[in-house]
Nanobody, 129 residues
Framework: PVQLVESGGGSVQVGGSLTLSCLASGEIRTLHCMGWFRQAPGKEREKIATMSSPYDETDYADSAKGRFTISRGNTKSTLLLQMNNLRPEDTAMYYC??????????????????????WGQGTQVTVSS
């Protein structure tokens, strides 16, 4: 199995920035997809961005384009989410997800609730005005 641990959440004011980190451990293999999701109170969990391995193809939700950046940390087992110009509507629990599989170069990888192999426990982000 794979274990995921998120960190980096917190409380910020409108316009502020945060960088979330997800550390993956366990049976991580080269062929996989990792991504960031969030869930606000009373809403369904939604995708923010994904990144494939080994080709590092990225895919963003429309709400994240231009403000959020997904990237690798110092190692392949660390996934980052840089969030800029945060808004109150970004307030949510942010989750990291992992799915084994192969996606060809140029193809965005996909993770859904029903096919993820692992989820982290989440890290809370609160944006206040």
């Amino acid at each position: 199995p794979v274990q995921l641990v998120e960190s980096g959440g917190g409380s910020v004011q409108v316009g502020g920035s945060l960088t979330l980190s997800c550390l993956a451990s366990g049976e991580i293999r080269t062929l996989h997809c990792m991504g960031w999701f969030r869930q606000a109170p009373g809403k369904e969990r939604e995708k923010i961005a994904t990144m494939s391995s080994p080709y590092d193809e990225t895919d963003y939700a429309d709400s994240a384009k231009g403000r959020f950046t997904i990237s690798r940390g110092n190692t392949k087992s660390t996934l980052l989410l840089q969030m800029n110009n945060l808004r109150p509507e970004d307030t949510a629990m942010y989750y990291c997800a992992f799915r084994r599989g192969y996606w060809a170069p140029g193809m965005p990888c996909r993770i859904m609730e029903e096919n993820a192999d692992a989820w982290g426990q989440g890290t809370q982000v609160t944006v206040s005005s």
